[in-house]
C-alpha cells in the first residue's frame, strides 16, 4: 500500500539551540521511499544519522538565537505489511530463546514501569493462557478504562500515571500497554508513525509486542487503521522516539500532519474478538 | 593494576525460571582478563552474549523447578584506567557535536527521571561553567545531603525518590547522579562492577560522565576507589545492567563478592577539591 | 456483645523522645468500658486527651534518653453494633444535605487522593445506583485485586500506590478503599480497633461509609467479623489515627494484641452478595 | 488596617452541581467584619457554616442543570495584626507541651508529606536552632529555589512534586513549606486570604507556624505584605480551604478579586534578615 505523507513544524529560537527530529520515515525491506524531501526555512544544515538498532531514523540541527525555522517533510511510501498467522498457539517465544537482542525490550523503561505492575498484570490478564489474545485483551481494556483526552498529560506522564487517571492520549495509551506486556514478560516497544486519516491530524502512537517471533503491531486508542500506519521509529518508550528533542530554548508555533492511502480503495484492518492473525511492520 | 575477583550467587528456585546474569568483567582494550572461570553448580547449560553496544556481557540459564543452585565466578583482570587531563576548559562537546551513538545517554530512563528535573539541575549547578568541575560538584551534593543507608530502598527506588528521601545505596547515589547530568544535557551511563577492598562486599554501582571526547568515572558514595574498580556492565540505569534479572520465581540464598588488588602497594585514587585530571576506564 | 481485649507495646528509646498513642478504646452511646487499665513500666506520667470530633483518645508521654519502657492496656467493653436496614433505596445524602462536619471526608487526604482517581471510580463503580451497593462492589473489587502481604509496605504507602502494586496490609486496603468512596462524593473515615480472634494478632485498620445518615462498617481484607470489632480511633486516614507518632528517636522491642468475644457463642457476621443491611458503630 | 476586599466568580453549570464556597473572610477577635455583602445571581439558597475548628467559613449551594450563576462578595474589614516579640530564643513549645488541638497540624496531609521529608529537613535546616529563624530559612531556601510560574502545577501537584519540578504558584509554595515545618515537628496550616495589592489579582495562600503559642504568618512567595492580609480560611492544606469544591460539573467563566488597604499610608511589612518579630493572624 502506498501513502502519501507530509509534516510541517515551524519554531521560534530564544538562545542557540540543538534539535533533534524523529519525522522521516524509516527504510526496512517492507517500507521502501518512493520519494522523500525534507526542507529547512530558511536553509540550516542537517546532520542524519540512525539509531543503533536501525530502527529509527534521526537529523540534527543547530538554530542560532532568535531565530525562526519551519521544517517541513514529504514523502511517497509504500509499505509492505505482513499478516501473520497461526498466533492461537499457547506458546510464546520464553525468555530462555529470545534473540539476545530483544531482551531490553522486557526491561522497565522511563515511562514503562513494569517492574511495579507485575501483580496487576498476572492479576488481570494472567488466566489467558494465549500470548496474542493477552495483548488484545491488555489493548481492550485499556482502550476501555482510559479515557482519550487531548491535553490531560505532559511529557512526564507515565505507565503509573495513566493507571490512576484514567486519561491520556495515543502516547499514554501505548506506554500503559508496553509496560503491562513487559510485566507479563512478552517484550514490548514503542513506535510512532503517521497513520492514514488520523483524525485530528498528527503525529501518532502506538506499540508492537513480540509474538512468534515476529514484532505485532497493536493501537489501544482504536484510532488508526492497522494498516494505516508508516513506521517513524522505534524505541523502549517516547524517551527514545521523541519527534523534537530540543536542547536549548524554543517554542513551537505550528504544526501540521497528514497521511493518506493513495489507493482510493484502501480498507482500513482492526482486530475483531476472537483475532489470530496480527499484523507486522517488521 | 591487576585485580582478583570472585563472586557466588545461589537460588532457591520454586517454578522452572530463566535466568539473565550480568556478572562478567568486561573485555576492552583497557581491561584485560587473563584468566576467568565460571561454575554453575550443578552444571545447567548457559549462553553468553554481550549488549548490542559491546559494553556489557550477560548469561542466560533456564533453571527446572525446585532446583538449588549455585553460580560462580573467578577472575584476573588487568585494567589499564586512564587519566584525562585539560577537563578544567569551559566547553563541553555540545550536543550539536554529539557523537550519535551517545545520544541515547541525554534521554531520561527507568530510574533517572531528568525530564522532571532540569530547574533543580540549573539552580543548584547550573553557575559552575566548568564540564567536569560541575560533575564534581554533583557528586558533592548528593555526598552531602543523601545519607547511605543499607535496605532504605528496592528495586523500584528511582532518582526522584532519593531526592525526596535523602537515602539510598550505591546505586540510588548513582542514578541521582545521572537524571542530574542529563538534566544538564551532560550524557551520563550507570556502571556497575567489582571494587578493591569494598566494605562490605558486595558489587558495585556508580556512573561514567561523558567529557571531552570520554567516559570519566565518578562515585557519588565514595565507597570506592576510582582506580580500584573492575567494570562489568554499562547501562542506562539499573534496568539494563542488573547483577540478575529473573523471569519466574526463585529466592537468592546468598551472596559473595570479593575484589582485590594484586599489588600490596596499590594506592587509591579520589577526586580531590578542584581536580582537573578525571579517570576514565573506557 | 462484651470483648476483653489487651495490647502491650515495648521501645528503646534513644533520645528524649514524646510519644502519642491511640491504643485505648473509644467511648460512645454504643462502646461502653465496664473496666479499663493502662500500665506504663517503669512508670511515666501520661497526658489523656480527645480529639476535636471527639471520635479517638490519644494519651501522651514523654520518655527520656536510653530509657527502656512497655505499655500496656486491658479493657473489658460492651459494644452494641447497630444494623441499619434500608440500604437498599438508590438514594445517597447528596453532598448539599450532608451534615456539614461530614464534609471534611469527603476531602483528598495524605493516604486516600480521591482527586486523582475520579475516572477509575466512575469507570469501575459508577454504574452501580445503590450506594451500599456501590460500596460493598469496592471491597470487592480490592478484596480480589490487591493481595494481603505483610511487609510490603510501609508507613509512606498510598492508595496510589496500592492500586499500581497490588499487595498491601489492612491500612493500604482501608485507604484504597476510602479514596475511591471520595472520588464518588461518599463519605469515608478510617477506623482503627482491635478485632475478635484476628489472625495473626494485631491491631486492625478498616473503614466508615457515610450511607443514609449512619456510618456503615465495611473491612475489604474480610479478616475482621464486622461485628467482632472493638473501637479505638477514627480518622481521616492513617496519620490521624496511627497507633503511635514517635516524636524523638525510639525502636519498637515487642507488640502483643489480643481481642476476644467473652460470650463463646459469638457468630461472626459477615456482608453476603445482595446484603442489604450494614453494620454501624456510630 | 481597614481593608476593601471584593471577589466574583462566575460557573457554567452542566448537571445539577453542589459548591462549597470559601470566599468570606474570618471572625475572630483580630478580625471585624465592619460591612458585608454575599449576592448570587441569578438567585440561589445558600447555606453557611464554619468548620470545625471555627477557623474557616464556608456557604453550600446547590445549582441546577445548565444554569449559569455568578457568586460575588464584598466586604470591609477591620484587621488586627499583632507583632510577636522575642521569638529569637532557642526554644520552641516540645511535641509534649503543644496544646492539643495543635497536633494535627503535626500529621501529614494530602499536599504536605511530612513523613517522607524528615531527612531533607534535618539535612537542610537541622543546624538552625532558633526555630523562628529555621522557619524564615525554609522560606528564603523555597523563594531562591522553586520558580514562581503561572500554570506549571495543577490541582493534584504536591510538596514532593514542587521539590523535584522546582516550579509552583502561591499554594505549591505553601505546601512545600508546611511539609518541611511539619518534618521538623514545628506545627503548620495553610492559610488563604485576600492580599493588598497582589499582582496579578487573586486569591493567595500562605502559611503559619505555631511558635511560641502563636501561629506566626510567613510568605515563601513574597508575593504580599504579611501586614496586606485579610484572612478567609485555614486547615491543613490546600483539600481543606478550596475557593470552590464542585460536586458535579462546572466549569468557570470569571473570575476577579481585588483588596486594598484602605488607608493611602499603609506601609508593607516584609520580614528582614536576622528578624525576630513574627506577625500573627490569630
Request: charged content about 20%.
Amino acid at each position: 500500500m502506498k501513502f502519501e505523507i507530509s509534516s510541517e513544524l515551524g519554531y521560534d529560537v530564544r538562545i542557540p539551540t540543538t534539535f533533534i527530529f524523529s519525522i522521516q520515515v524509516s527504510k526496512s525491506p517492507n517500507q521502501t521511499i518512493l520519494e522523500e524531501l525534507l526542507t529547512i526555512d530558511p536553509y540550516i544544515p542537517v546532520e542524519e544519522f540512525i539509531s543503533a538498532s536501525g530502527e529509527s531514523r534521526f537529523f540534527r540541527l543547530k538554530a542560532d538565537y532568535q531565530a525562526h525555522f519551519s521544517v517541513s517533510y514529504k514523502a511517497t511510501v509504500d509499505v509492505k505489511h505482513q499478516m501473520v498467522n497461526q498466533l492461537s498457539s499457547d506458546n510464546t517465544t520464553p525468555v530462555d530463546e529470545l534473540n539476545t537482542d530483544i531482551i531490553p525490550f522486557l526491561f522497565p523503561s522511563r515511562y514503562c514501569q513494569s517492574d511495579r505492575l507485575q501483580r496487576l498484570a498476572f492479576k488481570e490478564f494472567g488466566q489467558i493462557e494465549n500470548p496474542f489474545a493477552r495483548v488484545l485483551a491488555i489493548c481492550d481494556w485499556i482502550f476501555t478504562n482510559v479515557e482519550y483526552l487531548s491535553g490531560s498529560t505532559g511529557t512526564s506522564t507515565s505507565a503509573i500515571d495513566t493507571l490512576s487517571e484514567r486519561a491520556g492520549v495515543c502516547r499514554d495509551f501505548a506506554h500503559l500497554a508496553i509496560a503491562i506486556c513487559r510485566a507479563l514478560s512478552i517484550p514490548a516497544r514503542y513506535f510512532t508513525g503517521y497513520a492514514h486519516n488520523l483524525t485530528p491530524p498528527d503525529f501518532h502512537a502506538c506499540f508492537e509486542a513480540y509474538l512468534e517471533g515476529k514484532w505485532i503491531f497493536f493501537d489501544p486508542t482504536r484510532l488508526a487503521a492497522v494498516n494505516g500506519l508508516v513506521k517513524i521509529a522505534n524505541g523502549r518508550d517516547a524517551a527514545d522516539a521523541a519527534v523534537a528533542s530540543i536542547y536549548g530554548n524554543a517554542a513551537i508555533t505550528h504544526m501540521n500532519v497528514s497521511c493518506q492511502a493513495m489507493d482510493p480503495s484502501f480498507e482500513p484492518f482492526l482486530y475483531q474478538n476472537g483475532a489470530t492473525q496480527g499484523l507486522s511492520y517488521q
